[in-house]
């Protein structure tokens, strides 16, 4: 079936612009999962949502993010205000999550946000 | 905290031969799980292997192996008859069996240049 899709690929945007980075999971995958990968940082995990909701969203690395998910499915993480520190790629992976096993996390093909 | 190290930033290795990928953790729980990931130029990131910590059997997927020394917290990647498609980062995580989000954590990668 379709794997993790993500849109846009690439996102040049300018200082101070707001950005919706999309992510599409698998089907009928309950978990779904952000990462941001940077040079200086490699990969840090931001949040997770089980279903609609993201019970810990302290891996956020500010105020300026924040993300959703609806219908249990598609999720968007917004950054506000971008500053050049945000550039990275931005990885969304997806599990069917059980409480007794962690599930592999199948990822996405990123997008590649640039702030300039 | 947990922690996940890859020693070696990069590797090369001729087509047809064999290479081994290291990688440490360290966690003070009993119940865990380990990946390899595999993310060539493309970006998407793919699961290579996955080992859980109470299998003392060592997880192989075709020319993809690990030997995982639970003692010595340690889980290196051995790929045999290296092809250039082998080419890619590798990425080793890592995830508590107790944890409520998910969360990955990564290792700073090895890159692997396989030469024809």
């Known amino acids: 079936g379709a794997g993790v899709s993500q849109s846009p690929s690439n996102k040049v945007t300018e200082k101070g612009k707001d950005v919706e980075l999309r992510c599409d999971p698998i089907?009928?995958?309950?978990?779904l999962y952000w990462y941001r990968q940077s040079l200086g940082q490699g990969l840090e995990f931001l949040i997770y949502f089980q279903g609609n909701s993201a019970p810990d969203k302290s891996g956020l690395p500010s105020d300026r993010f924040s993300a959703e998910r609806t219908g249990g499915s598609v999720s968007t993480l917004t950054i506000q205000r971008t500053q050049q520190e945000d550039s990275a790629v931005y990885l969304c992976?997806?599990?069917?999550?059980?409480?007794?096993?962690?599930?592999?996390?199948?990822f996405g093909p990123g997008t590649r946000l640039l702030v300039l | 905290a947990q922690t996940v190290t890859q020693s070696q930033p990069e590797m090369s290795v001729q087509e047809a031969e064999t290479v081994t990928l290291s990688c440490t953790y360290d966690?003070?729980?009993?119940?865990?799980?380990l990946f390899w990931y595999k993310q060539p130029p493309s970006r998407q990131m793919i699961l290579v292997i996955r080992?859980?910590?109470?299998?003392?059997q060592n997880a192989t997927e075709n020319r993809f192996s690990v030997n995982f020394q639970k003692a010595a917290k340690s889980f290196s990647l051995k790929i045999s008859d290296s092809q250039l498609g082998d080419t890619a980062m590798y990425f080793c995580?890592?995830?508590?069996?107790?944890?409520?989000?998910?969360?990955?954590?990564f290792g700073q990668g090895t890159t692997l240049q396989v030469k024809p």
């Open positions: 966690t003070s729980e009993s119940n865990y799980y």
């Open positions: 995580a890592f995830i508590s069996g107790s944890s409520n989000t998910g969360k990955l954590i």
């Open positions: 992976a997806s599990s069917f999550r059980d409480r007794e096993v962690q599930e592999t996390q199948y």
């Open positions: 080992q859980e910590a109470y299998k003392q």
């Open positions: 089907s009928g995958h309950t978990a």
